[in-house]
């Protein structure tokens, strides 16, 4: 009887969640917090597109965590009025991917363009902005198809959304805020 080889070409939806550390810092000319910890979960779907070509995988991925990431961090160095916090509440991806297939296993690389905000302000919330910035991001990963349409992967992801400014009247003076993460996350999607 033939059973004709897994073929991962095809659209698919899924679900994500997993945990991002990294590193923000905030520079007003020669003052600076130095790096601190930013750090915290994030949950959202996934878009995506493959196209197998012999045991050669080629796609294309979006995923969005919107209002589902909580990453922050908080320093009180160089920083009046009890602290300075960074902190992303969305972040959102828009990648390639390049995998080879090993039947339901495909390793994958994968790089692209970033977009969330930076939110900045003092950490007990009286004042804050948000700017939205774009930045880049690269990684890899692992995705098993276990059952018919159906595969779960777990991705590392480098994020770096670069510095924002922050006015004056809100961080007392023009200051500049980076912010980069490590996210790790696990995924399930489905292929139609």
Excluded: H
């Excluded at 520079?27 to 996934?46: E, Q, S, W």
């Excluded at 590392?156 to 007392?172: F, Q």
């Excluded at 790790?184 to 139609?192: A, C, D, E, Q, T």
């Amino acid at each position: 009887m033939y059973v004709a080889p897994f073929s991962w070409t095809g659209f698919y939806v899924g679900i994500n969640g997993g945990y991002g550390w990294g590193k923000s810092n905030w520079t007003a000319g020669a003052i600076t917090t130095g790096d601190f910890n930013v750090k915290g979960p994030l949950v959202g779907g996934t878009l995506g597109y493959n196209l197998q070509t012999g045991a050669w995988v080629f796609g294309l991925e979006a995923d969005a965590d919107a209002e589902a990431s909580w990453i922050k961090g908080s320093t009180t160095v160089n920083c009046g009025g009890g602290g300075c916090e960074t902190s992303n509440r969305w972040l959102a991806t828009g990648r390639g991917r390049i995998g080879y297939a090993w039947d339901r296993f495909l390793p994958y690389i994968t790089g692209g363009v970033a977009g969330g905000d930076i939110k900045m302000g003092a950490v007990n919330g009286t004042v804050s902005e948000t700017k939205t910035k774009l930045g880049y991001t690269v990684g890899g990963g692992v995705e098993y198809a276990f059952l018919g349409a159906w595969s779960a992967k777990i991705e590392y992801l480098y994020v770096d959304l670069g510095k924002a400014s922050c006015s004056a009247a809100t961080c007392g003076l023009t200051t500049d805020v980076k912010f980069n993460a490590n996210i790790v996350k696990l995924g399930v999607n489905y292929r139609f």
